[in-house]
């Protein structure tokens, strides 16, 4: 069956790209949008929706003028309001809806209009339609975007590919002086992508950069330029000295030299020295856009490293703040993949779909843990994460992927007609995927016995095109049916396709399908088998028939007269090496276990089931298999799955063992999700009293808190007795900040609950202040839920100067709702007229 490409990370060779390439991708111009400044007049209803854009809150014109134009205009005046509405989208980064409003005919007309077209075309990566579009608004009489076109033309010749071209555009605007020193920096990277070293550092010399960002970006390029000349000490240096000293550095150039010291790393076959930058700044800013790009480059010196790293995954992904505990959860699962815990990788990938953001690059996660799903037979559970993949809005590619996956689930699970339906769909829709589609089509017909539709399907392939190749693969695939099914044609048909498709590149796979022919055999015939699998061993198979054959021979050797159980061992512990993601992985572990049993290595037998049980969620008897098993039914979506937890985690309890009280807990957030409140809090109690760790003892505080919190709303007695409990955790003064601020804030709701907006304000606050405390480690999460919500009550009260305080301070914390606080407090000083803040 055809597959698409899904599933497994990249290795090493595969991952790593030319420098270069990451510079010009990572550095790509966005082309401002102009802004007119405001005439010194009585502003009108145009002007005032127009004013955010001019201050640089497009969102805010945005909303304004669609109101405007809902309205009673005057021809003229909905003109202007429609053309600058088209801008406002633009620059707020809405191309699509942008293109809707510009196209307007009215607009046709308007000098501005085909330069903000060509800028919508250009965000949406649409270079070819927009090259036309600036070559014109450049050359418009009265255009007052001249430079801005020629710097899109410039940037649409160097995406398209005419490099020639995009220098000779950069040259013209290169004695404007607003866009001078740009242009000679693009002309710089042109020159280093067709690696005159020369021509690049004449070009900086000449730019004459004016602010911090320039200067810092000119840096970066003198750095690319260094490695380009084999001067990797120099060039780590100053890429290692922007990060340093970030100030003033455009967002796309800290991104583009963390990749650069990545890559750097990664050619000197250092990969362990270049992750402590990418962490570093994952751990300060912990929802950045570029969080999903910056995973995946740690990911990928993680994986190139011989030991394994995945301490600060693991942290990150328990610590609040998406999307970075969201992906730290992706990527333990593929690291956890890497040393073969594919159990780890399970409940990472659980513990992601439980609770993640709507980021659309966890689309690629979701179809990673749909197609680990597939691997093990559980085809519902993998369409309803597909399901969760879909929820996320991906790209067109990665929804194409998503479909071609749910076909294969459909017809693994032979669910044959919903799988010709998932896809005739992908056939229709995606050129890329078509004849792959078409195939699957075929051999769904074929596994539900329709020989006729299956031959349409063949013949509908082959007139799209298909190969020597393709027809082969249809043959092969009707043998290995028949094969599966034991049919006495089997062994003839796979011949038969040996022999006329003999340089096939599967033809490995027939030789192992003869091979387990012959072992199923009655009486089985191992010497055949152990024959036709060396024969597959010739043919240079693929992996998916060497995984096959590896597996084989493990029970062929078992199935010998005298099994040599020296051989079986060895045998089962290289299958486990080379193939720790195999749907057979469970069941070689288990022979290898019973191996060693047999040989009375019982400590060995021991650890593989103890590793069976974590794989595969079942327990013998071990604390920590029934723990994380009892986890799993926990988060599972089955009926009875959190009554199930319950009797698993008592019986972590009655062992007695360092798990028993986190177990405890475990048990009373199960049973505020049955709503046994009562329950719950006496077995939070349970743990208050008992010997458990401080870490177990504020987790059944907080709980018992937020029970109280959530009885409130029938009993307002219980807000008082949950602002006591918080009162209690807050007071640990070796909680750590992470608690201290969650029972603050905690308690600052109760008080609002109560009707003291004062006290409730007094408490928030506190989380602000101690924030500038040098005692405290710095903590964002309940930071700015606490920020946020004081100066909500302020604003509330109308208390604009004191709420404009608590926003600045929200924004000069340095966190990753900083630009937030920012744009509320730019929000609150144009409302209110607060021009001496």
Not at 251 to 279: T, W
Request: charged residues 30%.
């Amino acid at each position: 069956m055809k597959t698409s490409n899904v599933q497994r990370p990249t290795s090493k060779a595969q991952q790593k790209s030319d420098h270069s390439t990451v510079v010009l991708v990572l550095l790509l111009i966005l082309v401002l949008v102009p802004r007119t400044p405001m005439r010194a007049e009585e502003l009108t209803e145009l002007s005032h929706a127009i004013q955010p854009l001019t201050d640089g809150v497009s969102q805010v014109a945005v909303v304004r003028l669609r109101a405007l134009l809902s309205g009673k205009l005057s021809a003229e005046d909905h003109r202007a309001a429609s053309a600058k509405l088209g801008e406002a989208l633009v620059a707020s980064h809405q191309p699509d809806e942008a293109l809707k409003v510009l196209n307007d005919p009215s607009l046709r007309d308007l000098p501005a209009t085909k330069f903000f077209q060509a800028q919508a075309f250009a965000a949406q990566g649409r270079w070819a339609e927009a090259l036309p579009l600036y070559q014109r608004a450049s050359s418009e009489p009265g255009s007052g975007h001249r430079a801005e076109a020629l710097m899109g033309q410039a940037e649409a010749f160097r995406a398209l590919g005419r490099l020639d071209e995009a220098l000779q555009a950069f040259a013209l605007v290169g004695n404007d002086e607003n866009w001078k020193t740009r242009a000679r920096m693009r002309s710089a990277e042109l020159f280093l992508a067709r690696n005159d070293t020369g021509a690049a550092l004449r070009a900086l010399e000449s730019a004459g950069p004016k602010s911090r960002a320039e200067r810092k970006e000119i840096r970066f390029l003198r750095g690319c330029i260094e490695s380009r000349l084999g001067h990797r000490d120099k060039a780590m240096q100053l890429f290692a000295w922007i990060l340093k000293h970030p100030e003033g550095a455009d967002h796309s150039v800290l991104v583009a030299a963390l990749f650069a010291i990545a890559e750097e790393q990664l050619k000197a076959n250092r990969p362990e020295a270049g992750d402590d930058f990418l962490e570093d700044f994952i751990e300060h800013h912990t929802e950045d856009e570029d969080l999903p790009a910056i995973f995946a480059k740690l990911d990928q010196l993680y994986a190139a490293q011989r030991r394994q790293s995945r301490h600060e995954l693991g942290r990150w992904s328990r610590e609040p703040g998406p999307p970075r505990r969201a992906l730290a959860q992706w990527y333990l699962a593929r690291a956890a993949l890497r040393i073969g815990r594919r159990d780890m990788a399970l409940q990472a990938f659980e513990q992601l779909r439980a609770q993640h953001p709507p980021l659309p690059a966890l689309a690629d996660a979701f179809l990673e843990y749909a197609q680990l799903k597939l691997d093990e037979g559980q085809f519902d559970e993998a369409l309803a994460i597909l399901e969760s993949a879909r929820a996320v809005r991906p790209r067109e590619n990665v929804l194409e992927r998503i479909e071609f996956l749910a076909g294969a689930a459909q017809y693994r699970a032979r669910r044959f007609d919903a799988a010709v339906q998932t896809f005739r769909r992908v056939a229709e829709k995606s050129d890329g995927h078509a004849n792959d589609a078409l195939f699957n089509v075929s051999l769904a017909w074929l596994e539900a016995g329709d020989e006729k539709q299956f031959a349409a399907a063949g013949q509908e392939l082959k007139q799209r095109g298909a190969d020597e190749t393709g027809r082969g693969e249809l043959v092969l695939e009707r043998a290995l049916v028949l094969a599966a099914g034991k049919d006495k044609g089997a062994p003839e048909s796979l011949q038969n396709f040996i022999r006329d498709f003999a340089k096939h590149s599967r033809v490995s796979e027939a030789w192992v399908a003869l091979a387990e022919l012959a072992f199923h055999a009655a009486p089985p015939r191992l010497d055949e088998a152990r024959q036709n699998l060396a024969r597959a061993a010739e043919n240079h198979p693929a992996p998916a028939a060497q995984e096959r054959s590896d597996y084989l021979t493990i029970w062929i050797e078992d199935a010998a007269d005298k099994p040599n159980e020296a051989k079986v061992i060895e045998l089962a512990t290289q299958f486990l090496q080379r193939h720790a993601s195999s749907q057979f992985a469970s069941d070689v572990r288990l022979k290898l276990a019973e191996t060693f049993y047999r040989r009375q290595d019982f400590a060995s037998a021991q650890t593989q089931f103890t590793l069976l049980a974590q794989q595969n969620l079942v327990s013998p008897l071990a604390e920590k298999a029934q723990f994380f098993a009892a986890q799993s039914a926990m988060q599972s979506m089955g009926s009875g799955a959190l009554d199930r937890a319950l009797v698993l985690f008592d019986e972590v309890v009655k062992k007695n063992g360092p798990l028993k009280w986190a177990a405890r807990n475990e048990q009373a957030v199960i049973e505020r999700k049955l709503g046994k409140t009562d329950d719950a809090l006496t077995l939070y109690e349970e743990v208050l009293r008992g010997d458990g760790k401080a870490a177990e003892k504020r987790e059944a505080l907080c709980g018992k808190g937020d029970i109280l919190y959530d009885l409130g709303a029938s009993n307002p007695e219980n807000y008082k007795r949950a602002i006591e409990v918080y009162g209690q955790l807050a007071g640990q003064t070796e909680a750590g900040t992470h608690w201290h601020n969650q029972a603050l804030f905690k308690k600052g709701m109760c008080l609002e609950k109560l009707n003291s907006p004062a006290d409730a304000l007094a408490t928030f606050y506190e989380i602000i202040d101690d924030a500038g405390r040098p005692d405290r480690r710095r903590e964002f999460f309940w930071f700015y839920k606490a920020g946020f919500n004081a100066a909500r009550l302020l604003e509330e009260q109308a208390n604009w100067k004191p709420a404009a305080a608590v926003y600045e301070r929200l924004a000069f914390a340095g966190g990753g709702r900083s630009e937030e606080a920012k744009s509320r407090l730019n929000r609150i000083r144009l409302e209110h007229f607060l021009w001496d803040q």
